[in-house]
């Protein structure tokens, strides 16, 4: 195993107890936020560390500074306030932080993610403090192998990086788009367990194409354009070829790249590192377990549903794939399943008839399946393709607000009696359609789930949980699962495991109350299971050099790896 850290390691005392050491004393130790503990600090641990006098006299239990730093938070008066807030409680004392989070993860996790990130992103440069992560920029690209080394942590395994190219709805944010990475790892730890002290966020910061951010006197970026093509890929080769050679068993997830290139930087390097991008393929299993939710609730099988995706971005056609990859695995050809999918860009439906980019060529309907649509231009339009294909489900990953019409849901519940109606879109400023009117306008018989958190819809004296399809119940759990399985490479068969996992934890648990997702505070739980069966099928798929075990031993196994909250005695080096 190697260090942790350059300045603090891991320890067992004779029983096999842990402890923490260190080269560190006085106030330097208290500014390194992994290992600051605040009052928490023993008596002992003060004398012994050099920090006697540093702190105020008060001993305090972590439950105790919990509720202290709670208190603060409830006062704060706006969601970027709190925001805010939670961030300079984790730049001081980022155990104290987890435990928080831990504890509060259904009222915070819509301020440390989405729809509140969004904003700290536009605000990054503005609301800056500390520092956080790795830089990469091209300022510094040619030395990235000691911009891999200036990190302090030796023993990395899991790494979220972005370039900042498609935020969310919100487009291009250059450097702003840390703050992603940021809050991901917040919910790889959280969620899934994984160690703050093995996770590193990673800003690839090459450029931005926004004339209002390198005009602004305080963006924290680079000042060019974005690189292209050659540059850019040479850019990515040389990040990805420092974390090898640095952290030679970390996992890369790609984050809010742009479609032009987030299909082709998945492909370069899945079989590289292991990696996968969240926005292609957690998307696309987290939409696939819902609607393999809403068909359980209706009765019928995912291989009868016909589905439109209003989108064809990298969450588009993430999508559109996981539930064509569901539909072969229910028993229809790669043709038939094909037919069932229809995808929509901001053209129309995608068909043969036009040019489309490499992504989105696999999912163009042939002109002639269309030929006897009544359509009134050349491609047709959303409500057009509702009319005559007569979908079971439509899924909306466009950005575009309000897309979902009441029109176009009227067409939708005409279509079929239960019709699974999804906007997922994030953030909340971006949603296809709010909840209360889906309900409404279906007479409540849709099935509904949204990408941003909605309060439950009453409608007909009946109350809806409104399920959120949020990539949280997926990436945690799929990258736990590839670092304990040592996996060489991220297959598609462990990314589709994980929305199986998913989706059979929600029968087991949730399906007869009305749910399709689970609620936000079941995260961790549902990515146990997720992680064990990610894990078992990266066994089977020859990725692991661990024996095949059974469900529940796996299970136990992600259990007692996951990280806790809870402070360490500290000792001197």
Request: glycine share 8%.
């Given at each position: 195993m190697p260090k942790a850290s350059r300045y603090f390691d891991f320890k067992t005392d004779k029983d096999g107890k842990p402890y923490l050491t260190t080269t560190l004393d006085g106030i330097t130790l208290l500014r390194l936020v992994l290992l600051n503990k605040g009052t928490a600090f023993s008596p002992e641990e003060r004398a012994e560390l050099g920090i006697e006098g540093l702190l105020p006299p008060a001993y305090n239990t972590l439950e105790q500074q919990i509720d202290r730093v709670y208190a603060g938070y409830r006062t704060q008066p706006t969601p970027i306030a709190k925001y805010q807030f939670l961030r300079s409680l984790q730049e001081r004392h980022e155990i104290l932080f987890y435990a928080l989070l831990e504890r509060h993860v259904e009222e915070m996790l819509p301020i440390v993610y989405t729809p509140t990130v969004g904003d700290a992103v536009m605000q990054f440069s503005a609301l800056y403090q500390n520092p956080r992560g790795l830089s990469y920029s091209t300022d510094n690209i040619g030395r990235a192998s000691a911009v891999a080394a200036s990190y302090p942590l030796d023993d990395v395994r899991m790494i979220v990086a972005t370039d900042s190219s498609a935020i969310l709805g919100i487009g291009d944010q250059g450097y702003g788009g840390l703050a992603i990475p940021i809050g991901k790892l917040a919910l790889y730890t959280v969620a899934g367990g994984v160690s703050p002290f093995h996770a590193m966020p990673v800003a690839l910061d090459v450029g931005t194409d926004r004339e209002d951010l390198r005009s602004d006197p305080f963006y924290l970026g680079v000042r060019r354009r974005r690189l292209r093509d050659e540059e850019y890929l040479s850019f990515i080769d040389a990040f990805v070829a420092s974390v090898r050679a640095r952290w030679p068993r970390a996992v890369i997830q790609w984050e809010d790249l742009s479609k032009d290139t987030a299909f082709a930087v998945l492909e370069r390097y899945r079989d590289k590192v292991p990696s996968f991008n969240d926005d292609i393929q957690g998307t696309g299993a987290v939409a696939l377990a819902g609607l393999i939710s809403a068909c359980k609730m209706k009765g019928e099988r995912l291989r009868d549903q016909r589905v439109v995706i209003h989108g064809a971005g990298a969450g588009g056609i993430g999508v559109a794939w996981a539930i064509r990859e569901g539909l072969v695995r229910d028993g229809l050809?790669?043709?038939?399943?094909?037919?069932?999918?229809?995808?929509?860009?901001?053209?129309?439906?995608?068909?043969?008839?036009?040019?489309?980019?490499?992504?989105?060529?696999?999912?163009?309907?042939?002109?002639?399946?269309?030929?006897?649509?009544?359509?009134?231009?050349?491609?047709?339009?959303?409500?057009?393709?509702?009319?005559?294909?007569?979908?079971?489900?439509?899924?909306?990953?466009?950005?575009?607000?309000?897309?979902?019409?009441?029109?176009?849901?009227?067409?939708?519940?005409?279509?079929?009696?239960?019709?699974?109606?999804?906007?997922?879109?994030?953030?909340?400023?971006?949603?296809?359609?709010?909840?209360?009117?889906?309900?409404?306008?279906?007479?409540?018989?849709?099935?509904?789930?949204?990408?941003?958190?909605?309060?439950?819809?009453?409608?007909?004296?009946?109350?809806?949980?409104?399920?959120?399809?949020?990539?949280?119940f997926i990436f945690p759990g799929l990258g736990f699962g590839a670092i304990a399985a040592e996996a060489k490479a991220i297959t598609d068969g462990m990314v589709l495991e994980a929305a199986y996992a998913l989706a059979d934890y929600v029968e087991e648990h949730h399906l007869a109350h009305g749910r399709i997702y689970p609620p936000i505070g079941e995260l961790r739980e549902a990515s146990v299971h997720v992680a064990a069966r990610v894990i078992a099928r990266a066994i089977a798929d020859g990725q692991s050099t661990m024996l095949p075990r059974p469900i529940e031993e796996l299970e136990q196994t992600v259990r007692s790896r996951q990280w806790k909250a809870e402070y360490l005695p500290i000792k001197r080096a």
């Open positions: 050809t790669l043709a038939e399943a094909s037919a069932r999918v229809l995808v929509l860009d901001s053209k129309g439906l995608l068909t043969s008839a036009r040019g489309c980019e490499a992504y989105k060529r696999s999912f163009c309907q042939p002109r002639e399946a269309i030929v006897d649509w009544n359509i009134a231009g050349f491609e047709p339009t959303l409500l057009e393709t509702i009319r005559n294909a007569r979908p079971t489900a439509l899924i909306g990953l466009s950005g575009q607000t309000g897309a979902f019409t009441e029109t176009v849901v009227k067409a939708m519940a005409k279509s079929v009696a239960t019709p699974i109606i999804f906007p997922l879109s994030n953030p909340t400023s971006s949603c296809e359609a709010l909840p209360e009117d889906v309900y409404r306008w279906t007479d409540g018989k849709a099935i509904v789930a949204t990408g941003s958190p909605f309060a439950p819809v009453e409608h007909g004296g009946r109350v809806h949980p409104i399920g959120q399809g949020n990539n949280a």
